[in-house]
């Protein structure tokens, strides 16, 4: 399983902007997907789960009024949008991937077994 995750860079504040994971090696539309980041000098935080249809979709409570996880499995691709970014947004966010496939939104990072190489995502005026 290969996941690529992209669309980060530098954003000022109170803009918005959209990250891409494609996957690719097995049927995409089949797992449930996540995101999570990690902030310098801070541990891995869950941001966002989708499961394998994305009709069912967590957020992390602090985050729920400004992402938004969705996929689209014709194009084998995972997004995450963020709105009215915040410094404290600045991470390297990661997508990844549960190693069974069912219709479950996982939130616990235990589930998840396949990671992209994360994308750098900083807030800066």
């Known amino acids: 399983v290969q996941l690529q995750a992209s669309g980060g860079g530098l954003v000022q504040p109170g803009g918005s902007l959209t990250l891409s994971c494609a996957a690719a090696g097995r049927t995409f539309g089949n797992y449930g997907m996540a995101w999570f980041r990690r902030a310098p000098g801070k541990d891995r935080e869950f941001v966002a789960a989708i499961n394998s249809r994305g009709r069912d979709t967590y957020v992390a409570k602090s985050l729920e009024d400004r992402f938004m996880i969705s996929r689209d499995n014709s194009k084998n691709t995972l997004y995450l949008r963020i709105n009215n970014v915040k410094p404290e947004d600045t991470a390297t966010y990661y997508c990844?991937?549960?190693?069974?496939?069912?219709?479950?939104?996982?939130?616990?990072?235990?589930?998840?077994?396949?990671w992209g190489q994360g994308t750098q995502v900083t807030v800066s005026s």
């Open positions: 990844a991937s549960v190693s069974s496939p069912d219709r479950t939104v996982y939130v616990n990072v235990r589930h998840y077994v396949h």
